[in-house]
Each structure stands twice: as structure tokens, then as C-alpha cells.
């Protein structure tokens, strides 16, 4: 229980959850999935979540714990950034930033916005830092997500 100390627990489940298997996974503890899956992300009938997380080992550690209602993917990192030449930022408009998808994130964009039209909910389960968060970000706005069938 004091490892839990800091939770948030009026979080979704399915964020707590990650949470929960972060916390374990730092402390070493590799096998707390059935009963913790079991409680938190209980299989529904028709059910279609997919889940993006930063790195391919969260993803299939994760989809692992979810079971089969959930499809777990990798955003590999960052997905976009500022072009490299002089057009990053339109000074002329309040400084906005101009962004473009790495070339060699292009087809992973591409699936990932198959998955998520697919999907009856799409889980931003990036990291819970800065970094997590723009990355999050990014993949919102790039992928288009609706704000009402996406969680973070």
C-alpha cells in the first residue's frame, strides 16, 4: 500500500493501471498482472480500446496485462518536429510553430490512424512527465484524435 502512496485514485482505471504496473515495474515486480488485470480492465462485450504508449517493450508488456479487448501500439518516441529549414516558425502570425511527421515516422502514422478511426476509445498512455506530454500531444493533433473518445 505505501508503494501506491502518490497514485492518483480517482483516475480512470485504465490510467491507474498503468500507473500501478510502472510503480511495480521500478520496484522489480514483474508479475502482478492477472489479479490487477482482472480488477481493472475487466473484458466487455464488443469492447475496442486501443492504447499508444512511447516505447515498443511499455507496449507489449501492457497489451500483455489488458488481454484481447485492447490493442496496445508503440508511438516509438517523438513523431513530429520542427522542420529543419527557416519556416519553423511563422513570426509573422504570433510565433506559431510549424510541424512536420519525421519522414520515418510516416507509415507508423499512418497505421496508428487506422487503429485509432477502428477504435471506440484511444488511450494516450505516454509517460506522466513533460516529454510524455508533448509527445501525447503530438499524437493527438497529429492523428486527428476527438477529444470525446480519447483519454490521456
Known amino acids: 500500500i505505501a508503494l501506491l502512496e502518490g497514485v492518483e485514485r480517482e483516475k480512470h482505471p485504465i490510467k491507474l493501471f498503468i500507473d500501478v504496473v510502472g510503480i511495480l515495474g521500478r520496484i522489480g515486480v514483474d508479475a502482478a498482472g492477472t489479479a490487477l488485470t482482472r480488477a481493472v480492465a475487466a473484458p466487455r462485450a464488443n469492447y475496442s480500446g486501443r492504447v499508444i504508449v512511447e516505447s515498443p517493450a511499455k507496449a507489449k508488456t501492457i497489451e500483455g496485462y489488458l488481454g484481447a479487448d485492447f490493442v496496445v501500439r508503440s508511438s516509438y518516441g517523438h513523431v513530429r518536429d520542427l522542420p ?13 510553430p ?8 510516416r507509415e507508423l502514422i499512418s497505421q496508428l490512424k487506422k487503429l485509432a478511426k477502428e477504435a471506440e476509445t484511444v488511450w494516450l498512455a505516454s509517460d506522466d512527465d513533460r516529454e510524455g506530454e508533448a509527445i501525447s500531444w503530438h499524437l493527438s493533433e497529429t492523428l486527428n484524435l476527438k477529444a470525446d473518445k480519447t483519454k490521456r
Open 84 to 96: 529543419k529549414d527557416n519556416n519553423a516558425v511563422d513570426i509573422a502570425n504570433g510565433f506559431k
Open 98 to 105: 510549424t510541424y512536420v511527421v519525421d519522414a520515418d515516422k
